[in-house]
């Protein structure tokens, strides 16, 4: 099964939910609820649901991130190119330091889960090992559909990290 037929299987499945009529006072409970979020008045028993759920959307990011290492039981390699297209290596090389200037402006973790601090740890692993790879190969000729399947994957990872972080710090502000 491909992605694009189970991303149809979702879609079936959420087109099968039954339409659920909002509650009649819901705006004004939505908005009374507001109220003493501004005023600092969460209930404690709030924060332990929101942690829960940065710690869940963190891992499903993890996860489709890793998915394909995952499903072949090996260490994720870069798909070949399908055909010689023009060179994707400057763009790339942009969006790589696009993504890294992101990461460098998201406010330092002063505390953090486990399983966030693992994750975030493994994809800087794999992109140390992205960058040993694109630095060796510096010297030797390595061919260009190579470089950029390299420089692809290095993107998806960083963008992967960046997401991880901005979900890490969101669940310091809360």
Known sequence: MNHDDDQETVARALRA????APPADGWARLARRLERGAAGARPASARPAVA???AAATLAIAALALWPALERGTRATPAPAAAPAADEAPELAARSAGLERLLGALPPARATRASTAQTAALLEDRIALVD???SS????SLPPAATEALLRERVALLDSLVRVRAAESV???L
Do not use: F, K, M, V
């Not at 939910?17 to 659920?20: D, I, M, S």
């Open 17 to 20: 939910l039954p339409e659920l």
């Open 52 to 54: 829960l759920a940065i």
């Open 137 to 140: 190969t510096a010297d030797e």
């Open 132 to 134: 040993e790879r694109l």
């Open 171 to 173: 669940g310091q502000t």
